[in-house]
């Protein structure tokens, strides 16, 4: 009875998990995006980043009014098919890795500088 029961598991990790379409409101504009079922919310930001034009760190996805972890998956948290979510741009996320990338030019400048005779 057991084997059989594996033999059930691997037969259905075989099959695609099925493609979910959300509704996803950023500002006054809303956008349709066809994702797996079972991605996780790091990837629907990155799919995102076209439509927003927000980089997928500088997002913030709420749904249900919490905010969710790159890392959650979207079914775990219920996300089903036609399921609206909100996109807010976080400004903290952005001046953090704005002030990153100020840091690493002018290190990479200084790097140059002291290489350079």
Do not use: W
Not at 39 to 55: D, I, M, N, R, V
Not at 62 to 74: G, H, M, Q
């Amino acid at each position: 009875m057991l084997v059989q029961k594996r033999s059930q598991e691997s037969e259905s990790a075989s099959k695609p998990a099925p493609a979910i379409r959300v509704l996803v409101k950023y500002g006054s504009a809303y956008h349709e995006i066809c994702v797996n079922s079972q991605a996780t919310f790091g990837e629907l930001k990155k799919l995102l980043s076209g439509p927003t034009g927000l980089h997928p760190l500088d997002q913030k996805i709420l749904y249900k009014d919490k905010e969710r972890e790159s890392t959650a998956y979207l079914d775990t948290a219920g996300v089903k098919d036609k399921s609206k979510l909100v996109v807010l741009e976080d400004l903290k996320a952005q001046a953090k890795r704005c002030l990153e990338m100020r840091r690493a030019v002018k290190s990479e400048q200084a790097s140059k500088s002291i290489s350079c005779p």
